[in-house]
């Protein structure tokens, strides 16, 4: 492999990488999704908690995962047991791990794309891209065949234990986080990730028809 095209693999990877992680950051903090789904959801059947009280509540915990100073989940209407508490550490690794990559790839993408333009070579992005969003479809293709196993199979691969499995009695906070809303976030990911990809696509095939002219 010369010089040339492993500069392009690679600056294509961190792009590929960089959407990714943006598409996964603006899913887990749409704070709207979870305020439409308490709602759509009837959440507040399950929980004799206002939706301002439940809202509170999701914001600590967003807190709590999304900042690595802040070191202990204390939800003040949700007691939790010591598997629950692991849980929420293994998920709060991930959510550090996604925005570790985002900011790691963010430069040497937009130095891609600079080049590229600059290179008058947006055309190698076409295929690329035409692959790429054939994925996110597949996938929720495999989501809509059955959810409960994607959420199952999703779990088993990211989590090397079950402390995923929460027990209402012990983890009362799995009564107001339903596995419907989790379908919600899946559904947002992947239309961002597809956005994405076609966006970059669309705009691919625009730059090389303008060059061609």
């Known amino acids: 492999m010369n010089k040339s095209t492993w500069w392009f693999w690679s600056g294509l990877a961190c792009l590929m990488l960089f959407l990714l992680t943006l598409a996964i950051t603006l899913t887990i903090n749409s704070m709207w999704l ?17 939706k ?3 809202m509170t509540s999701y914001h600590q915990l967003l807190a709590y995962l999304n900042f690595p100073w802040v070191k202990t989940l204390q939800l003040a209407d949700f007691p939790m047991s010591a598997s629950g508490l692991s849980h929420f550490v293994d998920v709060k690794k991930l959510f550090l791990l996604n925005y ?15 080049q590229n333009h600059k290179r ?9 891209f035409q692959t790429a969003s054939i994925i996110p479809i597949v996938f929720a293709l495999m989501m809509a065949m059955g959810f409960d196993r994607f959420f199952v199979t999703f779990h088993e691969l990211f989590f090397s234990n079950a402390d995923w499995q929460f027990d209402p009695v012990t983890d009362p906070i799995i009564n107001i986080l339903p596995e419907q809303f989790f379908l919600y ?4 990911f ?4 597809e956005m994405f990809f076609l966006g970059s696509l669309f705009y691919a095939k625009r730059m090389f028809k303008h060059r061609v002219k």
């Open 100 to 114: 570790a990559v985002g900011l790691i790839t963010v430069i040497p993408a937009a130095v891609f794309l600079y």
């Open 34 to 50: 979870y305020r439409f789904s308490i709602d759509q959801l009837a959440i507040l059947d399950w929980t004799t908690l206002s």
């Open 120 to 128: 008058q070579q947006e055309w190698r992005l076409i295929r690329p």
């Open 52 to 54: 301002a009280e439940l």
């Open 185 to 188: 976030c899946f559904v947002l």
């Open 190 to 193: 992947f239309v961002l990730l």
